[in-house]
């Protein structure tokens, strides 16, 4: 059990269900749910200190949404994750973005350029395109890492979801809840029409659930393995510190 254990409280083993974030889960569900159902783009924000669950919770509801398109239930649409910390150049990302619209992997020859020129004529005609043209969720992880000097990458990425037919659904996932107002001026902000969500760092109680849920999900009866007062005592530490659900399943390890 003890390996067992250690194996589910890893920070890269993904859980079977993600506690105490069920209403920031729903909200990023409902919005992304309803634009793919709508045929329309759009872009929400997910800001919060590191380790409060943003990305896991994008990443249940990924899963979420995967299983609704199979069973027919919402529109097919396809799914691209760019993490800023994996790219050595912020431009990167028109590349990768390409290739998935397209629908050509083996495209890896165009430049971050051309992708770009590519990107700017598929989206400024996506509004004459036909119903049956493909949707695509964009994951954009670590946004505080593709932010350039001219602010290009993180601007088109916010840009071109707004377009009309573009079909496109951002979720940026950053650090710093101020990210759009540094990158881009008032007007086109309200344009955007960005849904905003901030995930709290969490709290004493809600990193001794995070714990005990990792241990039940993985069938350890937690009273087994780690005694309950050595739980809240690093709950009562982690949350005064930080709130991050990381640094306490590394404790809890």
Request: hydrophobic letters at 25%.
């Given at each position: 059990p003890y390996l067992r254990a250690l194996a589910t409280l890893h920070v890269s083993a993904t859980p079977d269900d993600l506690p105490c974030r069920d209403e920031e889960f729903e909200r990023v569900l409902g919005k992304v749910e309803g634009l793919l159902e709508e045929g329309e783009g759009g872009c929400i924000y997910v800001s919060g200190v590191p380790g409060?669950?943003?990305t896991a919770t994008v990443h249940a509801v990924v899963r979420t949404l995967?299983?609704?398109?199979?069973a027919s239930e919402?529109?097919?649409f396809t799914f691209l994750e760019v993490n800023g910390l994996k790219?050595?150049?912020a431009r990167?990302?028109?590349a990768e973005l390409w290739r998935v619209v397209s629908g050509d992997d083996m495209d890896k020859r165009v430049s971050p350029g051309e992708a770009?020129?590519?990107l700017v004529a598929y989206f400024e005609r996506s509004?004459?395109?036909g119903p049956e043209a493909g949707c695509f969720v964009v994951l954009m992880d670590e946004l505080d890492q593709l932010i350039t000097t001219k602010q290009d990458v993180v601007y088109n990425f916010f840009?071109?979801?707004?377009l009309p037919g573009s079909r496109l659904v951002v979720i940026a996932v950053a650090n710093t809840m101020d990210l759009p107002e540094r990158v881009m001026a008032g007007k086109v902000r309200s344009r955007l029409g960005m849904e905003r969500i901030n995930f709290a760092p969490y709290t004493r109680d809600q990193l001794k659930e995070i714990v005990n849920s990792r241990l039940r999900g993985g069938n350890v009866p937690p009273e087994k393995i780690m005694h309950a007062d050595a739980i809240q005592i690093a709950a009562m530490r982690v949350a005064g510190v930080s709130g991050d659900a990381r640094r306490i399943l590394d404790i809890s390890r």
């Open positions: 409060t669950g943003k995967h299983a609704r398109a199979q919402i529109p097919p790219l050595t150049d990167e990302a028109y770009l020129r590519r509004g004459r395109r840009n071109w979801p707004t």
